[in-house]
């Protein structure tokens, strides 16, 4: 099975063309260092949960629309070399310096599946 790594966000509902031309910029790069499928996926249908949700787990601002984006991998090793080729490459980091929303409030972390039908 192939290794999913999964993205949430919080991004500003007025910078939602700016996000989708980044996701999509950035989309060649991520291809290029082994992922198989990008998916970004425009927050509408967020409910409030009573103790969490996806809103608080990003600390989401009224202004703010949740973002949910998983790349598919081949395996959890190529995920891995891509994350530290993403870490050096220039291309990276200057887009790094220029996304649309606070990477800083971004949750991600890595998934095996265990059902994929």
Known sequence: MPYIEGFVA???AANKEA???????????????GATRMVECWGDD???????????????????????SWFEYPSKEVRDAANKKMMSDPRMKEMGATMPFDGKRMIFGGFTPIVDI
Do not use: N
């Open 19 to 33: 996000y989708a031309k980044h996701a999509a910029d950035a989309a060649p790069l991520f291809k290029e260092f």
């Open 46 to 68: 967020i409910p409030d949960g009573e103790l969490t949700d996806f809103k608080k787990a990003v600390k989401a601002k009224d202004d703010e629309v949740v973002v949910f």
């Open 10 to 12: 919080a991004v500003p």
